[in-house]
Each structure stands twice: as C-alpha cells, then as structure tokens.
C-alpha cells in the first residue's frame, strides 16, 4: 500500500553531521505532514520534528536539527548538526497519507540507527 523507506543513519562522533533521508511511495494522492521520531533503549518513543501545516521541534533539537520536505518526492528530510551522544537512537520517520480512496492512515519507516560517540 504505502511505504516509507529511511537511509542516512550510522556513526558519527559528537559534534559531527548526519543527514536523515524518508521517501514515501505507493498509492498516495497526498501526505498532509512528515515527521522524524527516535527511541533510545529502554525510554518510550519520543518526537524529534514534525513538517505539516507548521514545523515544530522537540526542545532538545531546536538549532541543532532541521526538518524539510521535498513534496514532488514524498521524501523528508532531517539534518543533524552539533550531534551529542544523547541523540543516539533508532530514528523512524513517520507520514499522515491521505489516499487515493480519500482515507487518510498513518505510516512509519523501518527505523534508521544513529549513534553518536564521545
């Protein structure tokens, strides 16, 4: 039906740069927000950033982390910069699709892991 595919994680030491990548595809007529969640072992899922009719950021991310979307692909982004290793986490990108049929569903990617060394 609708799929949601994520590159982009790895190592990276603190204060290095990773960029997280979500593509989108299926039968969509249109997705109405994108965003990036993470979860670190043991600790509930959290939200990172969300791009929809606003974009809005989780306190601990703000000036560190930018979310955009590329609409004529389907595909989120998120770039991370000044990363800590209290960033690591798997993070899963999440898509609000409305269908062709006019049901709108929520998605989630497979998760990406991220880790951040001292």
């Known amino acids: 039906q609708v799929q949601l595919v994520e590159s982009g994680g790895g190592l990276v030491q603190a204060g290095g740069s990773l960029r997280l990548s979500c593509a989108a595809s299926?039968?969509?007529?249109?997705?109405?927000?994108m965003g990036w969640y993470r979860q670190a072992p043991g600790k509930q899922r959290e939200l990172v950033a969300t791009?929809?009719?606003?974009?809005n950021y989780a306190d601990s991310v703000k000036g560190r982390f930018t979310i955009s979307r590329d609409n004529a692909k389907n595909t989120v982004y998120l770039q991370m910069n000044s990363l800590k290793p209290e960033d690591t986490a798997v993070y899963y990108c999440?898509?609000?699709?409305?269908?062709?049929?006019?049901?709108?569903?929520?998605?989630w990617g497979q998760g990406t892991q991220v880790t951040v060394s001292s």
């Open positions: 999440n898509a609000l699709v409305l269908l062709r049929d006019y049901v709108t569903r929520k998605y």
């Open positions: 299926g039968s969509i007529f249109s997705i109405n927000a």
């Open positions: 791009s929809g009719g606003s974009t």
